[in-house]
T-cell receptor, first 111, second 113 residues
């Protein structure tokens, strides 16, 4: 059973471009969480999804950020019109119950 | 609102030493508490999960305790090794349904050979 997969591992974007981050949960896991780790900061919760549903998006910025977890395919975190402050490591976790299993993260750098 | 604090921010010890990492949380209505390890540039590895009804969990040289009344958890590492060098993160899930984790900023551990 492969672990949580995230791609790309590194992503460079210029200000104003769009960033798409993908997360494939572990087989059999129907819960997906996204977290962001800013430089020198702890991980902060962004959004919690189940298949085709957003359960909790209380940590998601109101503008430019969106997330989905379709019936088929990976979960996508989309950041529109990126700014330098979006530079961070974005981690996805999946869970069958309470234990969350984390992917290796996508490190986004906005130039 | 749950807040998680980890002290110290960094710790350096000689190989073989037993050590304790501390974690405190503000909301005693904690659903569970997890300890993770993060290596530089890597993702998180789950070490131990303690349910709110439990007092401690053990895995190999690691032992984690949970005291809800005092809002504290500790991670005890026995006979530390250089391979234990990493950042250790504590995270609490508060009752409410989404089980999202609230993380501390971590303790960066260096075990010197």
């Amino acid at each position: 059973n492969a672990g949580v997969m995230q791609n790309p591992r590194h992503l460079v974007r210029r200000r104003g471009q769009e960033a798409r981050l993908r997360c494939s949960p572990m087989k059999g896991h129907s819960h997906v969480y996204w977290y962001r780790q800013l430089p020198e900061e702890g991980l902060k919760f962004m959004v919690y999804l189940q298949k085709e549903n957003i359960i909790d998006e209380s940590g998601m910025p109101k503008e430019r950020f969106s997330a989905e977890f379709p019936k088929e395919g990976p979960s996508i975190l989309r950041i529109q019109q990126v700014v330098r402050g979006d530079s961070a490591a974005y981690f996805c976790a999946s869970s069958p119950d309470q234990t969350q299993y984390f992917g290796p993260g996508t490190r986004l750098l906005v130039l | 609102k749950q807040e998680v604090t980890q002290i110290p921010a960094a710790l350096s010890v000689p190989e073989g030493e037993n050590l304790v990492l501390n974690c405190s949380f503000t909301d005693s209505a904690i659903y569970n508490l997890q300890w993770f390890r993060q290596d530089p540039g890597k993702g998180l590895t789950s070490l131990l999960l303690i349910q709110s009804s439990q007092r401690e969990q053990t895995s190999g040289r690691l032992n984690a305790s949970l005291d809800k009344s005092s809002g504290r958890s500790t991670l005890y590492i026995a006979a530390s090794q250089p391979g234990d060098s990493a950042t250790y993160l504590c995270a609490g899930a508060t009752q409410g349904g989404s089980e999202k984790l609230v993380f501390g900023k971590g303790t960066k551990l260096t075990v010197n050979p």
